[in-house]
T-cell receptor, first 114, second 115 residues
């Protein structure tokens, strides 16, 4: 089966600019996650969707981060305005297919804020 | 979810078995032990999971102690491509929905397979 697709692969922006990341999960997967991974650390969950509803966004900095999952399929994560500390890899994952409990991760988007 | 403790780093000679330990002394009765790995510049990849019995698949073996307070991931014949960060995670098992499905990552163990 096709994997989790993310774009772009890399992004460099200046602080205070805005940026958006896109994720296409594995077909049929109801659950979608966005993780933030700062260099040298494990991934940290930002938000979890079940279909097009938010299950948990308790660790999402809502003053600058937003996310949506259109029609329960693709998802977009936005940062506006970006700060230097937002430099990280943003990973999208999905689960809920036949091979549950596995979660499948995309390759991530590496964001550098300068 | 219960917390896990893993060594920061380990080395292993190519072709030898790599044994990665994990302590999870506060694990609950309904929590499973999961292992994921993350190769450089890639997203995490599922390896194996178990509740209390030892498990084996094409990638690895998982040995869980009888008291379930610790486990060991075994890569029987490590190759250079096994160099990665390995994460041990405890989580409630097969469930249909909700925040309990989340994976909470620690810092993991950096395994370096040496030629």
């Amino acid at each position: 089966e096709a994997g989790v697709a993310q774009s772009p692969r890399y992004k460099i922006i200046e602080k205070r600019q805005s940026v958006a990341f896109w994720c296409n999960p594995i077909s049929g997967h109801a659950t979608l996650y966005w993780y933030q991974q700062i260099l040298g650390q494990g991934p940290k969950l930002l938000i979890q969707f079940q279909n097009n509803g938010v299950v948990d966004d308790s660790q999402l900095p809502k003053d600058r981060f937003s996310a949506e999952r259109l029609k329960g399929v693709d998802s977009t994560l936005k940062i506006q305005p970006a700060k230097l500390e937002d430099s990280a890899v943003y990973l999208c994952a999905s689960s809920g297919g036949q091979l549950d409990p596995e979660a499948f991760f995309g390759q991530g988007t590496r964001l550098t804020v300068v | 979810d219960a917390k896990t403790t893993q060594p920061t780093s380990m080395d292993c000679a190519e072709g030898r078995a790599a044994n990665l330990p994990c302590n999870h002394s506060t694990i609950s009765g309904n929590e499973y032990v999961y292992w994921y790995r993350q190769i450089h510049s890639q997203g995490p990849q599922y390896i194996i999971h178990g509740l209390k019995n030892n498990e084996t698949n094409e990638m690895a073996s998982l040995i869980i102690t009888e008291d379930r307070k610790s486990s060991t991931l075994i890569l029987p014949h490590a190759t250079l491509r096994d160099t990665a960060v390995y994460y041990c995670i405890v989580r409630v098992g097969r469930i249909s929905s909700g925040s309990a499905r989340q994976l909470t990552f620690g810092s993991g163990t950096q395994l370096t397979v040496l030629p």
